[in-house]
């Protein structure tokens, strides 16, 4: 897909590219260290020793790109590995699966503003609140499968009046990205349910 993409559009906007993966790669990197500040201050577990538990999770879902594929892992680390109570688990875990997907808002938020300029369309400070409030709400209810954010985000264009054609650009690399915001997802979810379990204990 990259090699066709760029005997189409040329070497220069595939460099472009590569700026928009880097931004997206380093919005998830924040998001996993505020992750991390969360365990440590408010679930105030070890941060070394909890995230070495967090790795077949992780792992899992780096690979599959999929958050439902990668629930009962993810449930069997809560419950075994982080001796989570049960009844926090099995609530917050299959509720995060289908509504936590914070990495696939900043992917989309990203993806807006990085379409918006290469197509050189100008955005409102309306407009730019328009795509995070509507990519906030559209990660809600995206579907946990490989894939999903892509289909998602076309109606995100359509709404702030981007070429939703673009999404072709982005699909060349989106499973690389894919698979990194579905390996925060998961961290989110697997760092709520400490937090819960903190708080329900107390």
Do not use: H, W
């Amino acid at each position: 897909l990259i090699v066709g993409m760029v005997a189409k559009v040329g070497i220069e906007t595939m460099g472009g590219l590569g700026a928009y993966m880097g931004t997206v790669i380093l919005g998830l990197g924040i998001m996993l260290f505020v992750y991390t500040l969360i365990l440590k201050f408010v679930a105030k577990r070890p941060m070394p020793s909890t995230f070495s538990k967090f790795r077949n999770p992780q792992t899992l879902a780096f690979s599959t790109a999929s958050s439902m594929a990668t629930m009962p892992m993810t449930l069997k680390t809560a419950e075994e590995d982080l001796k989570i109570d049960t009844r926090v688990s099995k609530f917050v875990i299959p509720l995060g699966t289908t509504v936590n997907m914070d990495g696939t808002a900043l992917y989309q938020v990203i993806a807006a503003f990085f379409l918006a300029q290469l197509f050189a369309v100008e955005l409102s400070l309306l407009s730019m609140l328009v795509i995070i409030i509507t990519s906030l709400l559209a990660s809600i209810g995206t579907p946990a499968v490989p894939g999903a954010g892509v289909i998602v985000l076309s109606t995100i264009l359509i709404t702030v009046g981007i070429p939703p054609v673009g999404i072709l650009l982005l699909i060349s690399v989106d499973r690389i990205l894919d698979m990194i915001r579905t390996m925060v997802n998961v961290t989110g979810d697997l760092t709520a349910s400490c937090v819960f379990d903190k708080i329900t204990r107390d």
